[in-house]
Structures are given as structure tokens and as C-alpha cells.
């Protein structure tokens, strides 16, 4: 009972997710979409694996630099499996096992952990916010006021990130209290370095371009006519829509993100929420067979296992 409590929001979220795309499918008057040529899904599944290798080799750079001992293989495995407990779990749960795992297996510090997170997580918001200043103003809109709202939000996540990289960096030389936290504390002088900050920000940008890659192979699967700017432009609106986990795995999130995205820009809705569908399908067959390949490997069931039920007594 404790259980189906914890997680009601997956259950009802995949209920009426379920019943929507049902719906859709009924009354779709979408091309292709009773069917999927192996190719495009192959081609989906391949640009996966390139999304999730990019976003692996910054990690790596940055753990070499903390001397963590880990494999390109090993860290790519635990990046797999992570995302792939992000799809199920509600607030990210992926993100707390792979900090178990880091710390079980490599001695890693939480405070470490933490840091190093946010680190990414800066980056990445400061690297969506440029991306969307390079790209919103190319999308096609029906009149000029969603694109000025859209670089005033993409200035301002790009300024947030800025920030929040340097703003404890500058107030280190000035207070000897913050001076200590950042030097001694942890390990976040040699997290944000700019060597980290530029290579990080290039294999982003090379992950979001991979994503970009997906959605615009299947528009080209569904006769959506979207040239590589658009298509560019609306996966970094869509990513930033998708930043906040309303749901686990934000079912539903992204398909409507889409869809929504696509009615503005003068489309037929449903031709995005089906490129969405087919998206999050070879997802879930990329990262679940792999990820379940992994966690036999890495042992990472019973470690989870472990968490979730001290958890579930403590709640």
C-alpha cells in the first residue's frame, strides 16, 4: 500500500497517457503512423545511444580531473541506466542512484557529488539559453511577440547559468568563509575550471544538435516540412520545457510540449505528438535493453532496492 502511495503519479500519469495516445490513434489522420520503417527506427535508436555517449564524455573529463577512477565503458553504463530509472521514477530518481553508485564504487564524497551535479546542470541551462538566443529568433510564428518572450527567457536562463558558475568563484577572493567552502569544503575549484566549463558546453551542444537529428529524421518520416533551424530551434524550447519533472519521466510532458509547439508554428498537432510517441518509444527500447543489461552488471537493483525501502519505512 505504501508503495502504490509513493508512486500514484506514475500510475495515474500512465493511465491517462495510455488513454490519450488510444484516443489519438483512433482518429489519426496521421501518415505512417500505423506502422514504422525499421530504418527511421534504427536510425532513432542510433542517435540515442550518440545523445547519451556525448553527454558521457564531459563527465568523464571532469571525474579525471577529480581522480576518479572510472571507465569511459563504465560511465557510459551508469549513464544508461540512470536515465533510463529518470523515465520511471518521480524527481529524477536516476540522479540519486548514480550518486549512490559514485560513492559506493569510487569513493566519491556527496558534497563532491553535489557540486559536480550542479556543475552540469548550470552548464546545461547556460547552454540552452545560448542555443535559443543562435536559434528562436529563425522559428516561424504567427507575429513577433512569442519570439521576443522566447529570447527574453533564453537571456535570462543563459545569464542565470553564468551566474551561478562564477558568482561563488568571484565571492571566494573576497570572503575568507566562502574562500574555505570553495577551496577546502569540496572539490568545486577543480569542478569549475574553465577547461571543464568549455568542454562540457561543446559535447552539450553536440547532444542537443544529436536530439535535434531525432526529431528532424522523423519529421521527415511524417511529411512534416521543417528545416533544420526549426527543428533545431524546437528542440531546445522543448528541452527547456522538459527541465522541470512535473511527472515521472514527464509522460505526457513532451508529447504535448510538441504538439502544442507544432499547432503555433501553423502544423497539425498530431504530427508532433506521434513523432514524440515514436521518440520515447526507441528510448525506453534503447535505455531499457541496455539499462537492464547494466544493472545486472553494476548490481544496481538491490542498491536502489535498499534505498527505496529506508525511504518507504522512514515515510
Same mark, same amino acid.
Given at each position: 500500500m505504501k508503495l502504490l502511495k509513493k508512486y500514484y503519479k506514475n500510475i495515474i500519469s500512465l493511465i491517462v497517457f495510455i488513454a490519450g495516445l488510444s484516443y489519438l490513434f483512433y482518429n489519426s489522420d496521421v501518415h505512417h503512423v500505423t506502422g514504422l520503417d525499421w530504418r527511421v527506427g534504427a536510425g532513432v535508436i542510433l542517435l540515442h545511444g550518440l545523445f547519451y555517449f556525448l553527454l558521457t564524455i564531459p563527465q568523464l573529463y571532469i571525474l579525471r580531473n577529480l581522480d576518479t577512477k572510472i571507465g569511459l565503458?563504465?560511465?557510459?553504463?551508469?549513464?544508461?541506466?540512470?536515465?533510463?530509472?529518470?523515465?520511471?521514477?518521480?524527481a529524477r530518481g536516476g540522479i540519486l542512484l548514480r550518486g549512490i553508485i559514485f560513492n559506493k564504487n569510487y569513493g566519491m564524497k556527496k558534497r563532491d557529488y553535489a557540486a559536480f551535479s550542479l556543475f552540469m546542470?548550470?552548464?546545461?541551462?547556460?547552454?540552452?539559453?545560448?542555443?535559443?538566443?543562435?536559434?528562436?529568433?529563425?522559428?516561424d510564428w504567427d507575429g513577433d511577440k512569442p519570439i521576443y518572450l522566447m529570447m527574453g527567457g533564453a537571456t535570462l536562463l543563459m545569464l542565470f547559468g553564468f551566474y551561478g558558475l562564477y558568482s561563488t568563484k568571484a565571492l571566494a577572493k573576497w570572503n575568507k568563509k566562502i574562500g574555505e567552502l570553495y577551496h577546502?569544503?569540496?572539490?568545486w575549484s577543480k569542478i569549475n575550471k574553465k577547461s571543464n566549463f568549455i568542454v562540457t558546453s561543446l559535447f552539450y551542444s553536440g547532444s542537443l544538435f544529436?536530439? =535535434?537529428a531525432?526529431?528532424?529524421? /522523423? *519529421?521527415?518520416?511524417f511529411y512534416l516540412e521543417l528545416d533544420l533551424f526549426d527543428v533545431?530551434?524546437?528542440?531546445?524550447?522543448?528541452?527547456l520545457i522538459n527541465t522541470v519533472p512535473v511527472l515521472p519521466g514527464n509522460i505526457g510532458?513532451?508529447? =504535448?510540449?510538441?504538439?502544442?509547439? /507544432? *499547432?503555433?508554428?501553423?502544423?497539425?498537432?498530431?504530427?508532433g505528438f506521434f513523432i514524440a510517441i515514436v521518440d520515447r518509444v526507441m528510448q525506453l527500447v534503447f535505455l531499457g535493453v541496455l539499462g537492464a543489461?547494466?544493472?545486472?552488471?553494476?548490481?544496481?537493483?538491490?542498491?536502489?532496492?535498499?534505498?527505496?525501502k529506508d525511504t518507504l519505512e522512514e515515510n
Open positions: 565503458g563504465q560511465l557510459f553504463s551508469i549513464t544508461i541506466v540512470t536515465n533510463f530509472l529518470n523515465l520511471l521514477l518521480p546542470s548550470l552548464v546545461g541551462l547556460f547552454v540552452m539559453g545560448a542555443m535559443g538566443l543562435i536559434f528562436f529568433p529563425l522559428m577546502q569544503k569540496t572539490n544529436s536530439y =535535434a531525432r526529431i528532424y529524421l /522523423l *519529421s521527415i518520416y533545431t530551434a524546437l528542440t531546445v524550447l522543448l528541452l510532458i513532451k508529447e =504535448a510540449s510538441l504538439s502544442g509547439i /507544432l *499547432s503555433l508554428m501553423g502544423y497539425n498537432p498530431q504530427i543489461i547494466f544493472s545486472f552488471k553494476w548490481n544496481i537493483w538491490s542498491e536502489w532496492g535498499k534505498t527505496n
